[in-house]
């Protein structure tokens, strides 16, 4: 799981090759701690066929805004380069089955 900017997500979002989750996310969220875990080891299980982006929303708001997001943590995935599907916190069985789910 790697951790970006603005620039960065638009970049990783315009890249269609794998699909990408984006967790938007702040220091000072305690679901957000929660859930990080889970997608740091969903990360390194799946390096070659998912992508996963975070974002600190407080530092790059107009991600944030961009993607409608209304809370935190805000987990939205890409495939194709289009919006599939978003969540909020999870654990990891549940992280899972949203990615089974949506066919990733």
């Known amino acids: 799981m790697k951790e970006t900017d603005y620039n960065g997500v638009v970049a990783a ?8 989750i984006v967790d938007m996310h702040a220091e000072w969220c305690g679901y957000c701690k929660k859930t990080r875990p889970h997608l740091e080891t969903i990360s390194g299980e799946r390096a070659d066929s998912l992508r996963i982006l975070g974002i600190d929303a407080d530092e790059n708001p107009e991600v944030f805004q961009e993607l409608g997001a209304k809370t935190l943590p805000c987990i939205v995935l890409f495939v194709d380069g289009k919006e599939v599907a978003r ?5 990891y069985e549940g992280l899972t089955t949203w990615l089974s789910e949506n066919g990733v």
């Open 13 to 20: 979002i315009a890249d269609p090759s794998t699909p990408l």
């Open 87 to 91: 969540r909020g916190s999870g654990d």
